[in-house]
């Protein structure tokens, strides 16, 4: 599920926490590393001193950025908004590392700093990383996925609709072929 987050902090970011990947077609270089860090909200201390209920890890996986699609990595210790896909990973409900929690953002698709309208359609220059690919703005990522999920809705609907029809023909020629005559409905 893509999840949008606003205003958390990253404090600290891992850029070479897992280099290239053999098992991909074609094999990912070692050059190309995921990025890990675990996001937080640092005005909630509800939960003081147990910090790991405030976080959430995320990676900027390296197949995105070795593809041209991942964002650059996001800025250490400023509020920043940030999207991603929410992943369950069991493997690490018990790791310091990942706040004792299989929750994760991965891959983090885009971040923006809070109080920006919109994400920038281009890394900064003194940023290392592809172009930005998938920057769009959150409004019209939103109303696409309403549109798109109307559609989706619209064309099932209407999909049965011909079929029931259909059906109900098709059975009343059989119902005739059978009696040999027509039988009022």
């Known amino acids: 599920m893509l999840v949008e987050i606003h205003s958390v902090v990253l404090p600290v970011l891992s850029v070479a926490d897992e280099c290239g990947d053999s098992g991909y077609s074609p094999p990912i270089p070692t ?3 995921d990025s890990t860090g675990n996001i937080e909200d640092q005005n909630d201390h509800t939960f003081d001193p147990n910090y790991n209920m405030i976080r959430i890890h995320t990676e900027n996986d390296m197949n995105w950025k070795y593809n041209g699609v991942a964002y650059p990595n996001a800025p250490v210790g400023v509020p920043i908004d940030v999207q991603g896909f929410v992943y369950w990973d069991p493997g690490h409900t018990g790791d310091s590392w990942h706040s004792y929690s299989g929750w994760e953002l991965h891959p983090l698709t885009a971040w923006r700093l809070s ?3 919109q994400p920038p359609s281009q890394p900064p220059s003194n940023q290392p990383g592809p172009q930005c690919l998938l920057c769009v703005d959150t409004l ?7 549109l798109f999920l109307f559609a ?3 064309g099932i609907v209407l999909s049965l609709v011909f079929m029931t029809v259909a059906a109900k023909r098709r059975l009343r020629r059989t119902r005739d072929e059978y009696y040999g005559r027509q039988i009022p409905d």
Not at 140 to 146: A, G, I, R
């Open 31 to 33: 050059a190309y590393c």
């Open 115 to 117: 109080g920006q309208v």
């Open 140 to 146: 019209t990522t939103v109303y696409f996925l309403w």
């Open 152 to 154: 989706a809705m619209a």
